[in-house]
């Protein structure tokens, strides 16, 4: 690794505004960059519908980057941080694979700077100072405990946490009553730390926040509690975006990480835009698949106005994946299987619609694993050519930045050659359900909606109460383009079952639960903690990617 000053010194930084952690990580402070237009082009990577190991999103964004430089062009990446529950859990670490990754990787995948656990902090305050009224205030205070909806959070993967019950004890142990956790990469915080353009946008929002109803039925805020000059205390210093390296020595700006299933599934706002006041071309991603992590790029982080639509934006798949959605079963994904390849390709054309109803130039790329053959790739390639789409293979987990050349290419010949004509998906007049609905039969492929009485319940309230004009983030599973994960390949006309919804003034949003979603997970039979170890050294074992 080279030391981060000096990979901050090639993005032009006055070290003045570069704050070490350490010889490989660092703080920046946005007004370095002050002045500068946001002049960079950005490229995002989005997915085809993923297998329960994932297909290299990460992987294929650092690996891009890295090209990108090959190629003499002044590129970084912009990524979401890994939260620290999946990396013990199922997942393992997020920071890429192979000759793409982000490097310190397995600081990066653990406490890195801190961030989580300030945002961790910030959202169980406001908590604690929400429960404190209803302690103090009693039933005729600011808060009905009754309606008192603010959960705790933790960055872990704790089932058990679910569903709880505090105050119990003594008359100064609180007030009895149920709530819950949620992971941190669900909390309303962590959207609006993603999605705030500066210090001020940031505690104004988390002023907005709804933490429960009145007597009189009214939201009460966190303003209204008092909180958000304390929280936002506890955030400022997170809020500077992280910079890292790529294993190439390509500059990384990794900074905050909402989920995309639960969440709406990218990296801080901040962190973007300084990387294209600084970058020419700039790399993000977004969660999960197009209809999940793209929609909502879309559709929530351009509407900010604090970030352009992409220039471009590249669709990852695996022959495994399609394979998978071809039907064949995860432990024989290996086997070579032209016709499941082809079966599978529908999953992927949707992935290819959805983009192209945003009006975006497009590339789909393959990310290759040892197992794939000349025979399925060669199917790979005639379907793209009969879709009429760019498309290019990509070896980066094995080769870097030079496996990823061809990609690049292709990516920047979409970037100065094809049209690009941008258009959000819903207008923000139109009412709540309507937005959903538009949402399940455009990008989702359903056939209609069914709102269950309590989510219909929540989204009248919710425009009574003036909230109307905001955007719709669908928290729905990973595993489907429908809202059951059974359903794979390209479902159609099915109904998306909206069974709640929650309110995310601050964020700015509405969001939508469908199907059985769970905001905690729990961890698997074989977690990966069992795996992960120190040596002696000091050096951590066992963490992948």
């Known amino acids: 690794m080279k030391p981060i000053a000096e990979i901050a010194g090639r993005l032009g930084l006055d070290p003045a505004f570069v704050e070490p ?11 370095g960059a002050a002045g500068r237009p946001p002049a960079g082009k950005l490229i995002l ?26 190629l003499g062009k002044r590129a970084a990446a912009a990524l979401r941080e890994p939260s620290i529950g999946p990396v013990f859990g199922m997942k ?31 959202h169980n ?24 909806g603010w959960k705790r959070v933790l960055d872990m993967n704790d089932r058990s946490l679910r569903e709880i019950i505090v105050g119990l004890g003594e008359a100064f142990s609180g007030v009895a009553r149920e709530t819950s956790f949620d992971i941190t990469a669900a909390s309303e915080i962590m959207a609006i730390f993603c999605l705030a353009r500066d210090l001020s946008d940031l505690k104004a929002r988390i002023g907005r926040v709804v933490v ?48 995309a299933n639960i969440a709406h599934g990218t990296n801080s706002v901040i962190a973007t835009a300084l990387a ?5 071309y700039v790399v993000t991603e977004c969660g999960f698949a197009s209809d999940l992590g793209a929609e909502k790029f879309f559709d929530i982080v351009v509407r ?12 990852v798949a695996t022959l495994r994946s399609l394979k998978f959605h071809g039907g064949i079963k995860l432990d024989a994904l290996n086997a070579e299987n032209p016709a499941a390849v082809e079966r599978g390709y529908d999953n992927l054309r949707k992935h290819i619609e959805n983009v192209r109803a945003f009006g975006l130039p497009l590339v789909v790329t393959l990310n290759r694993f040892p197992a794939d053959t000349d025979a399925e790739l060669a199917v790979f390639e005639e379907l793209c050519r009969r879709e009429g789409v760019r498309s290019a293979a990509s070896d980066v987990y094995r080769l870097g930045g030079e496996g990823g050349l061809g990609l690049a290419r292709e990516v920047l010949a979409a970037v100065e050659s094809d049209p690009s004509h941008f258009e959000f998906l819903y207008p923000l007049e139109s ?24 989510a219909r319940r929540k989204l009248q309230r919710f425009e009574s109460d003036g909230y109307r004009g905001v955007p719709v983030c669908v928290a729905k599973t990973q595993y489907s383009l429908s809202d059951d994960p059974r359903l794979l390949g390209r479902p159609r006309n099915f109904a998306l079952k909206v069974t709640d919804a929650s309110l995310s003034a601050g964020a700015g949003f509405v969001v939508a639960f469908c199907g059985e979603i769970m905001t905690m997970p729990g961890l698997p039979r074989t977690p990966a903690a069992e795996k992960i170890d120190v040596a002696d050294d000091g050096s951590v074992t066992g963490i992948t990617g």
């Open 125 to 148: 305050l406001l908590a604690a100072m929400a429960d404190n009224r209803l302690h103090f205030d009693g039933a005729c205070g600011l808060l009905d405990d009754r309606t008192l």
């Open 212 to 259: 429960g109803y009145g007597s009189d039925g009214r939201p009460v805020t966190a303003a209204q509690v008092k909180a958000q000059g304390a929280m936002t205390a506890l955030l400022k210093d997170a809020l500077k975006p992280n910079l890292v390296q790529t294993l190439e020595g390509a500059p990384a700006f990794v900074h905050g990480g909402p989920f």
């Open 45 to 70: 990577v989005t997915a085809m519908t993923p297998t329960p190991a994932g297909e290299g999103k990460t992987t294929t964004a650092i690996g891009l980057v890295d090209a990108l430089v090959r």
């Open 431 to 454: 009412a709540l359900p309507e937005k959903i609905e538009t949402i399940a039969r455009r990008i989702y492929g359903a056939g209609r909606v069914d709102l269950e009485p309590r």
């Open 276 to 280: 294209l006041r600084l970058a020419d």
């Open 304 to 315: 900010t106005g604090e970030i352009p639509p992409p220039a471009a934006c590249v669709l």
């Open 21 to 31: 952690y350490g010889r490989a990580k660092a703080k920046i402070d946005p007004r």
């Open 92 to 122: 393992g670490g997020a920071t890429g694979g192979g000759a793409a990754r982000v490097v310190p990787s397995d600081e990066i995948n653990l406490h890195f700077t801190g961030d989580f656990h300030a945002i961790t902090a910030a």
